[in-house]
């Protein structure tokens, strides 16, 4: 078991991210539950990572995953992009964010994407990593994520345009 200062000193680094990657999957009532659940796997572990990136890539690697499952069970039922608006209401559309038209149009978009390229795309568009990065995070070989990263612009621009 980690210690709560370690636990509390990477949630105020990675939080932020984790939560993106837990709403790119999920309404923020299910995000919610990914995103505690994703510390307390933090907590449990044992092993030390490497640096603060790999901490960084295994969390979100772990939240991913966690939304994953999440939309697999059983008790999951399919959920209209209104609805998912709707939950997520004005707060989540945050000051800077797009207006709620151009939300609908990229949220239906990254639907549409489908796991991968979402999950390659999110890690280089939102969260910056480079293909390198997101081939060790998502243990594919690098070439494998330039593919996917580029099939997952292709269909946004097409969706989008």
Not at 12 to 24: P, S
Not at 29 to 39: G, I, K, L, W, Y
Not at 128 to 145: F, K, L, Q
Request: hydrophobic share 35%; with cysteine; proline share 4%.
């Amino acid at each position: 078991m980690r210690d709560s200062r370690d636990v509390e000193r990477a949630m105020g680094e990675h939080a932020d991210a984790v939560w993106r990657a837990c709403l790119l999957y999920l309404p923020a009532c299910d995000a919610e539950d990914v995103f505690q659940e994703t510390f307390l796997k933090l907590a449990r572990r044992d092993k030390p990572f490497r640096d603060a990136s790999h901490e960084r890539a295994w969390l979100l690697r772990v939240a991913m995953n966690g939304c994953k499952d999440q939309l697999r069970s059983a008790h999951r039922r399919d959920v209209s992009l209104d609805e998912r608006l709707e939950r997520v209401g004005d707060e989540g559309l945050g000051a800077e964010a797009p207006s709620e038209t151009g939300l609908r149009e990229v949220l239906a978009a990254m639907d549409e994407l489908g796991d991968p390229p979402r999950t390659q795309l999110y890690l280089s568009l939102v969260e910056g990593y480079g293909a390198r990065e997101i081939s060790r995070i998502c243990d594919m070989p690098v070439g494998t994520v330039y593919s996917w990263i580029s099939r997952g612009k292709r269909r946004l621009r097409e969706v989008l345009s």
